[in-house]
């Protein structure tokens, strides 16, 4: 969410030329996305490439809020909002407001099911008299719904209710005037509500982010812009077993990169264009090659291998792995690019478009937002278009509503 003390970007002496050149800039980059989903849907796949990566508790991915999601999943170098929790906590230290609280929902599946959907509230608190520094935290509650399982005893079914939650919290700190860093420590249990030892068990895990925000003025022509930077290190912790250790899973563990820059077209309107990149710190699952005994006894030594990799060792492992080598590696690199339009910090319009390889999982789609700020309260909404034929939240409506604790101290002044 913008904060309503944000400095005003100086644009004095405005030129047209110049924002004609942003103009074409972001066109030029919407129909860089339509070429590219044009290309992924008619390009042929290879059933025998198509190897995305296998994490335990993939719900630990999802865009929780309506304006990331809005500008194609993209978060990690925006200007800060208090939903920076889930994309960067670092930017918290870059906070105006004393306080935030946000509650968001997400369907998933809902061409589908009703039931299937992910809940998420996150808050942060700006701590000390210095403003330098704030503490952090989020609950995301992701639930599969109602399932009837199998036939319990005397032939009667049983229903269960899976679901995954994680809580976490974070401390950040401005270690300049333009730079923030943040650690962030969570726990997470994965629960598909097993009714007997022959069912899949519940599991915990603890992770661990690192994180870092840059935000810095600089003069394009006449007008004074806001560039920022910014990187996390997700989902580094424990690996998760549904079998009582026999089969360990990686967390989703993702490395994100990130710029943007936020340009004033005149005192009241402005444009921010964001681009992010991402790559799931995971190493790859080992693949058979070959029908000879000794190639069948290779894939089990790597099976094995794989099984008991540590956290560590598999983040490291992610970057040299690929059965594709570099061609393999560069494929698992997920690209993100949107943009915000922002009238007096009240009105928003939002859209981006976000890229997976065919290969890796296919998530290629444009999405579109809006959002509505107050004084007290921010609401945002947030819709997706695939370009591919499945996707988990196409033509889906997610919500945020966020609220500043200082503008609800103000109405009781």
């Known amino acids: 969410m913008f904060t309503k003390n944000r400095k005003k970007l100086l644009a004095s002496d405005f030129k047209k030329e110049f924002a004609m050149k942003i103009l074409r800039l972001t066109v030029c980059l919407l129909i860089t996305g339509l070429m590219a989903s044009f290309i992924s849907l008619h390009a042929q796949v290879e059933k025998k490439d198509f190897a995305p990566m296998e994490t335990a508790i993939p719900s630990l991915s999802i865009a929780p809020d309506a304006r990331g999601g809005a500008m194609g999943d993209n978060g990690v170098a925006t200007t800060p909002d208090v939903n920076a929790q889930y994309w960067n906590p670092a930017k918290h230290a870059f906070q105006f407001s004393k306080a935030g609280v946000s509650l968001s929902y997400t369907p998933w599946l809902r061409k589908l099911v009703n039931d299937v959907a992910l809940a998420?509230?996150?808050?942060?608190?700006?701590?000390?008299?210095?403003?330098?520094?704030?503490?952090?935290?989020?609950?995301?509650?992701?639930?599969?719904?109602?399932?009837?399982?199998?036939?319990?005893?005397?032939?009667?079914?049983?229903?269960?209710?899976?679901?995954?939650?994680?809580?976490?919290?974070?401390?950040?700190?401005?270690?300049?005037?333009?730079?923030s860093m943040a650690v962030s420590l969570r726990y997470i249990r994965s629960d598909m509500n097993a009714q007997n030892s022959s069912d899949l068990m519940p599991d915990n895990a603890f992770a661990a982010d690192v994180s870092g925000y840059m935000e810095?003025?600089?003069?394009?022509?006449?007008?004074?812009?806001?560039?920022?930077?910014?990187?996390?290190?997700?989902?580094?912790?424990?690996?998760?077993?549904?079998?009582?250790?026999?089969?360990?899973?990686?967390?989703?563990?993702?490395?994100?990169l990130g710029t943007g820059l936020l340009y004033p077209l005149d005192e009241y309107n402005r444009l921010g264009i964001y681009l992010s990149a991402g790559k799931y710190l995971v190493p790859s699952t080992p693949v058979r090659v070959g029908t000879s005994p000794e190639d069948q006894q290779a894939y089990e030594d790597a099976l094995v291998e794989y099984n008991e990799m540590s956290s560590v060792k598999g983040v490291f492992k992610s970057f040299t792995d690929s059965p594709g080598g570099f061609s393999g590696e560069a494929q698992e690199i997920m690209l993100s690019l949107g943009a915000e339009y922002s009238y007096n910090d009240q009105f928003f319009l939002r859209g981006g478009y976000y890229y997976e390889n065919e290969n890796m999982g296919n998530r290629n789609y444009f999405s579109f937002g809006a959002g509505f700020r107050m004084n007290v309260f921010q609401l945002d909404a947030a819709y997706l278009v695939s370009t591919v034929p499945s996707n988990p939240l196409d033509q889906t409506l997610r919500f945020s509503l966020s609220f500043d604790m200082d503008g609800l101290k103000s109405l009781f002044r």
Not at 156 to 178: C, G, H, Q
């Open 120 to 179: 998420y509230l996150a808050g942060y608190y700006k701590i000390g008299d210095s403003d330098m520094q704030a503490i952090s935290a989020s609950l995301r509650y992701f639930s599969l719904g109602e399932v009837t399982e199998g036939s319990g005893e005397n032939g009667v079914n049983y229903t269960i209710f899976p679901y995954d939650m994680a809580f976490d919290v974070s401390y950040s700190r401005k270690l300049s005037e333009s730079y």
């Open 216 to 256: 810095k003025y600089v003069i394009l022509g006449s007008s004074e812009s806001l560039w920022s930077f910014g990187y996390n290190v997700s989902n580094i912790g424990n690996k998760v077993s549904y079998d009582g250790g026999n089969t360990n899973y990686f967390l989703p563990a993702k490395l994100q």
